[in-house]
């Protein structure tokens, strides 16, 4: 006989329930406490299976964590950018609590449950791994102050050491044992900031935001010797900052001051791009990378693993250029002409289309989704034109404008900025002639695209004439792609563009 703590899913077969053992979460909210409470003492068959004979018992935990959600499939933390809902606040299901910037865009963050927002645990500007609780969700008034002090007991179990944050830190946070991949749910700073008179490290224990202990880390801080002026004597980021004489830093913290009423969750989002620009560049500075940095970062050096070639062509642009005068005054933008003579191209090479993740298969794509780099404030992002081949140039310029629209405020959905499977990546309109673009994980080729430019060329008579030409690059997955198969999607590319009849079709 063995008993069991937490169970994932219940079934009753012949009056016999069985229980799965696993983390109690339940998407992107899960209880503080086992899901499955004191369900009593369960039986361990031959097979292995867990059973608990003749009753089933059920208790759902009153105070669950809200937890920081992965909003990409390359988000390892995310930033608090505003919290929608004050603490105390009731809440309905499905209702927006905060709103967290992950290394693509802002998203709103709903509850799945009826409650009140008892506490807020990591605070406007602060950072948290994906997984950690950022904040506690009572299912009444009166377990507001319970879920406050379970705030308060998960604050301590940091070793004296400025280490970061371990699988000791996240068992405090409840009493049931939680998943083995869930990041620490370390206490944050909420807006309403209490200045605490006693240093954080009291009993060899110290408290600090996950943040606040990555900047300690990089800056070689004591946390041991800081007086943190977060709820409860936490350490924030700007004790860290202050205590490192970092000062340029410090207006981006600005933001955990909360308003008098909770602001609708448009208006927060619409307030993420402020604090990169004010920051001044002070040379001599070193300065962490934001959540969209981070993400780029991580997908360059995946990119090294992928063994890549490269493919040039010259393609006379006169008659493209030409349609685009024609069309340009209906909204129709080159881009979305690049775009859907790379559709039509990749409609007659689909291995071009294809795509390598497991390094053993490769999967013809059913769709042609062509992702467009845009350059953005410190970072970069693809947002994609869904089914390119399909859509005619109009659709495509409106949808194209409104998908750059929403990359800039940041409120792309992960559909719209993850679901690409050939990437293109337009500098002409810089002037730049030609470059080299880095392959995007998980897709098969980029096209670099040239700006076009009057060329001295030779005529078929011997003569020499103008024409307009631009110069693409493709950079392709070789365990997929080979040189001949760039070779003819890039004669069929070319042939589109000076012949772009098909382009208006």
Partial sequence: METVAACRSVQVVDGITSMAISSPRVGNVGPSSAFFGNAGVFERSKSGSVRMQRKRVVVEAKIREIFMPALSSTMTEGKIVSWVKSEGDKLNKGESVVVVESDKADMDVETFYNGYLACIVV????????????????????????????????????????????????????????????????????????????????????????????????????????????????????????AAGIATAAPVAAAPVAPPSAPPAAVSQKSVPPPAPAQAIVPGTTVPFTSMQNGVARNMVESLNVPTFRVGYTITTTALDALYKQVKSKGVTMTALLAKAAALALAKHPIVNASCKDGKSFTYNSNINIAVAVAMDGGLLTPVLQDADKVDIYSLSRKWKELVGKARAKQLTPAEYNSGTFTLSNLGMFGVDRFDAILPP????????????????????????????????????????????????????????????????
Avoid: W
Wanted: proline letters at 10%.
């Fill in 442 to 505: 998980n897709t098969g080729a980029i096209m670099a695209v040239g700006a076009s430019q009057p060329t001295v060329v030779a005529t078929k008579d011997g003569l020499f004439g103008v024409k307009n030409q631009m110069q693409v690059n493709v950079t392709a997955d070789h365990r997929i792609i080979y040189g001949g198969d760039l070779a003819e999607f890039l004669q069929t590319f070319a042939a589109i563009c000076e012949d772009p009849k098909d382009l208006v079709l």
């Fill in 123 to 242: 605070g406007e500007g602060e950072v948290a791994p994906v997984g950690a609780a950022i904040g506690l969700l009572a299912e009444s008034e009166e377990e507001i102050a319970e879920a406050k002090a379970k705030a308060g007991g998960a604050s301590a179990p940091a070793p004296a050491a400025a280490a970061p944050p371990s699988a000791v830190e996240q068992a405090a946070v409840a009493p049931a044992p939680p998943a083995p991949a869930t990041p620490p749910p370390v206490i944050s700073a909420p807006a309403p900031a209490v200045v605490s008179s006693h240093p954080a490290a009291e009993g060899g224990r110290i408290v600090a935001t996950p943040y606040a202990k990555k900047l300690a880390k990089q800056h070689k801080v004591d946390l041991a010797t800081i007086t943190g002026s977060g709820p409860l004597g936490r350490i924030v980021s700007q004790d860290v900052e202050a």
